[in-house]
């Protein structure tokens, strides 16, 4: 079996003396579609900054597609795609001006043929010369999901791509997920609150509780076990008490 594309080892970040992420431990195998699930400041977005290597952990450290965030996280950087939840990009610009800008920076080669072809494969090439001011919050996902993936990483963090999204922009979403998975091989971490979209997206899945891993299996034996959405509900539930989540962690 060859070796995890993500792997943490007591994964530990503090606020103000409050543990937001404590001593994960965590191995998620090439080719998943991973979600991350706990309750708003469980300590989701956290680990995905320290994963991205946008914050240094505490203590612990992790592997991204092999090279460990401490000591090698530009190589970590060049191998990975990030989209946050509030997607950042300029307003006065077009998609494709967006995105021919971060593809020079990324340094990827031939951008203007790149951007086309990411803008093609996303179904979105419709925006292609559209100011991105004017853009609904489903479009700057599209947008920002083209410019994580222009580089062809082969891990994508997906920090609560759903937020704010109407169920349409939810499909398509998902179907996007679906496809950079299986076509292009992506492995995808997402941290998400959403059940439904759980057994509909991932193949394995993992439950953070107030900065601590209480869940970790694969979505079959999850499904087998405890059955539909609902059922599903009640072991994320019964994982985070709601009486718990009173002055959460970050």
Same mark, same amino acid.
């Given at each position: 079996?060859?070796? *995890?594309? %993500?792997?943490?080892?007591?994964?530990?970040?503090?606020?103000?003396?409050? !543990?937001?992420?404590?001593?994960?431990?965590?191995?998620?195998? $090439?080719? &998943?579609?991973?979600?991350?699930?706990?309750?708003?400041?469980?300590?989701? @977005?956290?680990?995905?900054?320290?994963? @991205?290597?946008?914050? $240094?952990?505490?203590?612990?450290?992790?592997?991204?597609?092999?090279?460990?965030?401490?000591?090698?996280?530009?190589?970590?950087?060049?191998?990975?795609?990030? =989209? *946050?939840?509030? =997607?950042?990009?300029?307003?006065?610009?077009?998609?494709?001006?967006?995105?021919?800008?971060?593809?020079?920076?990324?340094? =990827?080669?031939? *951008?203007?043929?790149?951007?086309?072809?990411?803008?093609?494969?996303?179904?979105?090439?419709?925006?292609?010369?559209?100011?991105?001011?004017?853009?609904?919050?489903?479009?700057?996902? !599209?947008?920002?999901?083209?410019?994580? %993936?222009?580089?062809?990483?082969?891990?994508?963090?997906?920090?609560?791509?759903?937020?704010?999204?109407?169920?349409?922009?939810?499909?398509?979403?998902?179907?996007?997920?679906?496809?950079?998975?299986? &076509?292009?091989?992506?492995? %995808?971490?997402?941290?998400?609150?959403?059940?439904?979209? %759980?057994? $509909? @997206?991932?193949?394995?899945?993992?439950?953070?509780?107030?900065?601590?891993?209480?869940?970790?299996?694969?979505? &079959?034996?999850?499904?087998?076990?405890?059955?539909?959405?609902?059922?599903?509900? &009640?072991?994320?539930?019964?994982?985070?008490?709601?009486?718990?989540?009173?002055?959460?962690?970050?």
């Amino acid at each position: 079996m060859s070796d *995890p594309i %993500i792997m943490t080892d007591k994964l530990t970040q503090s606020f103000d003396g409050v !543990r937001a992420v404590d001593s994960l431990t965590l191995e998620i195998a $090439k080719g &998943e579609v991973f979600g991350f699930l706990g309750h708003n400041g469980a300590g989701k @977005t956290t680990t995905v900054q320290m994963l @991205t290597t946008l914050a $240094k952990p505490a203590s612990g450290t992790a592997r991204v597609a092999g090279h460990d965030i401490r000591t090698d996280p530009l190589s970590v950087r060049r191998s990975i795609g990030y =989209v *946050p939840e509030n =997607v950042r990009l300029y307003d006065t610009q077009t998609a494709t001006e967006n995105l021919l800008f971060f593809a020079r920076l990324s340094g =990827v080669e031939a *951008p203007q043929a790149r951007v086309a072809e990411v803008l093609d494969l996303l179904d979105c090439t419709y925006l292609a010369h559209q100011r991105v001011g004017g853009f609904s919050k489903g479009m700057r996902q !599209r947008v920002g999901l083209a410019q994580a %993936i222009l580089h062809r990483p082969s891990v994508l963090f997906l920090d609560e791509p759903t937020s704010g999204l109407d169920p349409m922009g939810i499909k398509m979403l998902r179907d996007l997920i679906i496809r950079l998975n299986i &076509e292009f091989g992506m492995t %995808i971490f997402m941290n998400t609150h959403l059940i439904s979209e %759980i057994a $509909k @997206t991932c193949t394995s899945i993992a439950v953070l509780s107030h900065g601590k891993l209480v869940f970790h299996d694969r979505i &079959e034996a999850v499904t087998a076990r405890y059955g539909d959405d609902a059922a599903l509900e &009640e072991l994320y539930l019964s994982l985070t008490p709601v009486g718990r989540l009173a002055g959460a962690a970050a």
